[in-house]
Antibody, heavy 117, light 110 residues
Framework: EVQLVESGGGLVPPGGSLRLSCAAS????????MHWVRQAPGRGPVWVSR????????SYADSVKGRFTISRDNAKNTLYLQMTSLRAEDTGLYYC??????????WGQGILVTVSS | QSVLSQPRSVSGSPGQSVTISCTGT?????????VSWYQHHPGKAPRLLIY???ERPSGIPDRFSGSKSDNMASLTISGLQAEDEADYYC??????????FGGGTKLTVL
């Protein structure tokens, strides 16, 4: 069974930093492109970042470019999102997702990030 | 404001059919056949229903179907069941390794 479990969220002041982790199991992690998607309260999801299976191809939404860094450790079956210079508008539920056929075939339960003083 | 436009809510009675629209532009839905749809019950992980505009992953009932015309995609749910009550989101690849989502549609089964 595919499982994606996010961790590392919490309350952080504006300008602060946070690192999210996503532990993957039930599939060959190193074979798959992975993404982070976030969702602010009462809003639709927003794609944040993508990383290829071998971490050689990375892309970001314009809203987070230069502030967020996606990475992965295939030996540990773990995806990361390092977030810096956090803003109030970064508040939301952050989902780790697996890529399949230009869509997101498995999602974690999400982890809450709240940026507030 | 989300990039793709969906109706805020739709409703239908058990056994009926409902269609949820998703309007984009010639840069996303109109440019690629990479439209996907997701079902989300609050508190649970979102579930992929449709990919490649019309394809269903294994385990998704054929009551769920997708289509696209120009810059608009649609999800049709036939034979409505109580458990279909959820939020539904559309998504499209938008080029340059980026994806855009809709704002979501709340389906109420009357």
């Amino acid at each position: 069974e595919v499982q994606l479990v996010e961790s590392g969220g919490g309350l952080v002041p504006p300008g602060g930093s946070l690192r999210l982790s996503c532990a993957a199991s039930g599939f060959i992690f190193s074979d798959h492109v992975m993404h982070w998607v976030r969702q602010a309260p009462g809003r639709g999801p927003v794609w944040v970042s993508r990383i290829s299976h071998d971490a050689t191809v990375i892309s970001y939404a314009d809203s987070v470019k230069g502030r967020f860094t996606i990475s992965r450790d295939n030996a540990k079956n773990t995806l990361y999102l390092q977030m810096t210079s956090l803003r109030a508008e970064d508040t939301g539920l952050y989902y780790c997702t697996r890529d399949s056929a230009w869509s997101f075939d498995y999602w974690g339960q999400g982890i809450l990030v709240t940026v507030s003083s | 404001q989300s990039v793709l436009s969906q109706p805020r809510s739709v409703s239908g009675s058990p056994g009926q059919s409902v269609t949820i629209s998703c309007t984009g532009t010639s840069s996303d839905i109109g440019a690629y056949n990479y439209v996907s749809w997701y079902q989300h019950h609050p508190g649970k992980a979102p579930r992929l229903l449709i990919y490649y505009v019309t394809e269903r992953p294994s385990g998704i009932p054929d009551r769920f179907s997708g289509s696209k015309s120009d810059n608009m995609a649609s999800l049709t749910i036939s034979g409505l069941q109580a458990e279909d009550e959820a939020d539904y989101y559309c998504c499209s690849y938008a080029g340059s390794s980026s994806w855009v989502f809709g704002g979501g549609t709340k389906l109420t089964v009357l």
